[in-house]
């Protein structure tokens, strides 16, 4: 069982081409729980970020909500636990993982579906 924080507010995962610039946006005057993270590969460059951050020449499709693990993440298999419950309630999710703990998106249309998985999968869903 883990413990989970729905985090405020609406997400967005955005989708920029490989050459983009970042916003300074997306990293000055964070509050205390937004998250931001950033990938790149040679496809492009993929944000999640409070959705009121998205880069404007970003492509985001949703707006998504963000689950945290309250506790760092030490248990081999954490995030299959997390997933497969979505996977088998045909929530879609996107998952990241900090050094500390894990997190996941669940479309904002699909929330309520999402918390009841993980609740009947015996996690604590908090927020």
């Known amino acids: 069982m883990l413990d989970i924080a729905l985090l ?42 409070p959705i009121d951050r998205a880069p404007a020449q970003a492509v985001v499709e949703t707006t998504w909500r ?3 693990v309250t506790a760092p993440v030490t248990l081999a298999g954490s995030l299959a636990a997390l997933v497969d419950p979505l996977a088998e309630a045909r929530v879609s999710a996107v998952t990241f993982s900090t050094f500390d703990t894990d997190y996941l998106l669940v479309p ?6 999402g918390t009841a998985a993980l609740q009947r999968a015996g996690h604590r869903v908090t927020g």
């Open 66 to 68: 963000c689950l945290r």
């Open 108 to 113: 904002t249309v699909r929330l309520t579906e």
């Open 8 to 49: 405020p507010g609406e997400y967005a995962v955005c989708r920029m081409g490989a050459g983009a610039t970042l916003p300074y946006a997306l990293s000055s005057g964070l509050r205390g729980a937004d998250v931001v993270t950033v990938s790149w590969t040679s496809d492009g460059i993929s944000v999640i970020c």
